[in-house]
């Protein structure tokens, strides 16, 4: 596998694309909200087949990544049924060392992600999770889903 650093603000600046070869595109540890110029980049990949894993930590911190109402946040509504939520999961019945340390509680086998996963031998821990919500009803011709839940008893905090 090979890796490549993308600097997006400078493909939105120039007009440029993400390579056609890109088997994903991973945001990491992103701080701040994406402006729409970035979004349009990615966007464009992403209606091209391309793949996105966001690593995001849960930040309140003002125009932060995902924030609710934030321009990234709502483009992954609109387009996908999927949005970060301004609170952190807490999971009192399923949790590690403290109710933020959030063990998975269910996983969906039906999920091509999630069939790979070993819930009953190795459960997937999260610290400090953000809650993310997904649509019933997913723009048209998108597929989303849920990889792993959070038990019944889990709320979000902000």
Do not use: H
């Amino acid at each position: 596998m090979i890796t490549a650093p993308l600097n997006s603000a400078e493909l939105a600046a120039t007009g440029g694309t993400i390579p056609n070869d890109a088997s994903a595109v991973i945001l990491a540890r992103p701080t701040t909200d994406l402006p729409l110029a970035e979004i349009g980049v990615l966007d464009d990949y992403l209606k091209k087949g391309g793949a996105l894993f966001i690593m995001a930590d849960a930040l309140f911190n003002e125009d932060a990544f995902m924030q609710e109402d934030g321009a990234f946040n709502q483009y992954l509504w609109q387009t996908y049924g999927l949005r970060a939520l301004d609170a952190v999961v807490v999971d009192p019945a399923s949790s590690g060392q403290t109710p933020l340390d959030v063990i998975s509680a269910a996983i969906f086998p039906d999920n091509a992600i999630a069939a790979r996963l070993d819930q009953q031998n190795a459960p997937t821990l999260f610290s400090i999770a953000r809650a993310v919500e997904v649509s019933e009803t997913p723009p048209a011709n998108t597929l989303n889903g849920r990889v792993i839940m959070s038990s019944e008893q889990s709320f979000g905090e902000t």
